[in-house]
Structures are given as structure tokens and as C-alpha cells.
């Protein structure tokens, strides 16, 4: 199934707070912050080109290993 770009956003947003709580200044700074994983890219810049779905299971995989690698 392919997501809508909004619709996979929408998502991230609701696993960042699940990872750094509803502090929305403090998932504005994920989103805005270089990311090592990334390669010091900010979540926002792979977001808004073509690689959404790697930030998506980037996400995913933080939320559910609980911390990951």
C-alpha cells in the first residue's frame, strides 16, 4: 500500500512524540537537526526529497527496539 506523503508525515509526527513526548519544540528540533543516521542531514531535508520512507522506518525501528542501535 502506498501512503500519501501527508499521510506518512502525519505518522512520523506521532512517533516522534512518542519517542521525545508532545513537546512540540522538541519535535520541530528533531525534525529541524543535522542526524548523524542520515549522514548530519536533518529528518526534514530526506523527508522533503525522495527518501520520506527511510525517515518512516527510522522511526519504526526507534519506537519498537526501544532505542535500537
Known amino acids: 500500500m502506498i501512503?500519501?506523503?501527508?499521510?506518512?508525515?502525519n505518522e512520523c509526527d506521532?512517533?516522534?512524540?512518542?519517542?521525545?513526548?508532545?513537546?512540540?519544540?522538541?519535535?520541530?528540533?528533531?525534525?529541524?537537526?543535522?542526524?548523524?543516521?542520515?549522514n548530519y542531514k536533518s529528518p526534514q531535508e530526506l523527508f522533503d526529497?525522495?527518501?520520506a520512507?527511510?525517515?518512516?522506518n527510522y522511526l519504526m525501528h526507534h519506537v519498537f527496539v526501544g532505542g535500537g542501535s
Open 14 to 38: 506521532r512517533l516522534v512524540g512518542a519517542l521525545l513526548g508532545h513537546d512540540h519544540t522538541l519535535c520541530d528540533l528533531w525534525w529541524k537537526s543535522q542526524n548523524k543516521a542520515f
Open 3 to 9: 501512503r500519501k506523503k501527508e499521510e506518512l508525515k
Open 49 to 51: 526529497g525522495d527518501r
Open 53 to 56: 520512507s527511510e525517515v518512516y
